[in-house]
């Protein structure tokens, strides 16, 4: 029996057709693939670690970079411009008893011409003007731009007097024009810059410290800063002794060299050395890590763990322990690093 065969255009037709659904079929699962693996985090972007304190401490010292000329200029254009204003106030006053007394010797004037052309000449003035026939306007004026020529000088003069004041008023005020607008610009900008730095502040990752021996720190804490406080906490209990750097005793300038040593930063031993190696840091903006310094002659010195306390080593006969920083005169705050 004769088998039935396809005609060849119809075959071709018939593998084209299987061959398109089978590459459907081949996206369709690659499709269900591609969305198993996002799901199970696969094809996920790469994570970007959030930047650290210190990596926002750089950002924000080069903002302050910025800021801190910025400031200076400001300042430096605040302090001219209440100068001249104050100048421009003097010259002021200088040129309301001028501009008064122009005005009085112009009204003498006026009214010497006054009584002259509507009341007459007096006697002495009638005879002046008799043998200087007074019949010509041009001989009658003359003699008034005599009899006015005291008045006349005198109001020259404090007309140039006060045209000199007013040439220095005129440039002090224009001056005055610009740097107002320098100082509104620099200002400006102050206020954008320390918006930045306020944002970067604000973008301060916090960090929970605990330890055995102090208080669990919540905050802004660098990598530098908990290494220290970690390690100064891991002392406490251990004796005071005069001139000790650890690892079993200390003194208070040994103590915080100590506790920097461990997290890479070398402080001198020596408590005046270390105020000058460290970074000013005002007592509103402390945080946990920073040098808390006591007494006008900086002679100790404690490792700040916030909230008014800290970790130090007290004196003779006290062992390295956490107290609070109100028990003496702070002198000031330091950061390391």
């Known amino acids: 029996m004769p088998v039935a065969t396809m005609p060849p255009h119809r075959h071709d037709l018939f593998a084209s057709a299987r061959s398109g659904g089978l590459r459907r079929v081949a996206q369709r699962v690659l499709i269900l693939v591609a969305a198993a693996a996002v799901g199970a985090g696969l094809l996920t972007a790469p994570a970007h670690a959030a930047p650290t304190v210190d990596e926002i401490e750089a950002q924000i010292d080069k903002k302050w970079e910025q ?76 003699i008034l731009d005599r009899l006015a020529s005291q008045e006349r000088k005198e109001v020259e003069g404090v007309l140039a007097v006060r045209a000199k004041y007013d040439g220095e008023k005129q440039k002090l005020d224009a001056l005055i024009v610009t740097q107002t607008k320098q100082q509104n610009e620099l200002a400006a900008k102050k206020k954008q810059i320390d918006a930045e730095i306020k944002q970067l502040e604000a973008s301060m990752p916090k960090t929970t410290v605990k330890t055995a021996a102090c208080p669990t720190i919540n905050g802004v804490v660098s990598a530098a800063a908990r290494t220290a406080i970690k390690t100064a906490c891991g002392k406490v209990g251990k004796p005071y002794v005069w001139g000790a750097t650890g690892p079993n005793s200390f003194d208070c300038s040994g103590l915080t060299q100590y506790a920097y040593k461990a997290a890479g930063i070398y402080l001198t031993h020596h408590t005046g050395d270390q105020w000058n190696e460290g970074k000013a840091i005002s007592r509103g903006d402390a945080r946990p890590g920073d040098l808390v310094f006591f007494f006008s002659g900086l002679s100790h010195v404690g490792l700040y763990l916030g909230n008014n306390t800290m970790v130090h080593a007290p004196r003779a006969g006290k062992p390295v322990q956490v107290s609070s920083i109100n028990t003496m005169p702070v002198a000031g705050f330091r950061r390391p690093g």
Do not use: C, F, M, W
Request: cysteine-free; proline content about 5%.
């Open 67 to 142: 800021l801190e000329p910025t400031i200076e200029q400001y300042n430096k254009v605040r302090a001219q411009l209440k100068v001249n204003r104050q100048k421009s106030a003097n010259l002021q006053k200088k040129i309301e008893p001028l501009a008064l007394q122009s005005e009085l010797a112009l009204n003498r004037v006026g009214d010497l011409a006054s009584r002259y052309y509507i009341s007459g000449p007096s006697h002495d003035i009638g005879a002046l003007l008799v043998s200087a026939k007074p019949d010509t306007l041009t001989e009658q004026l003359t």
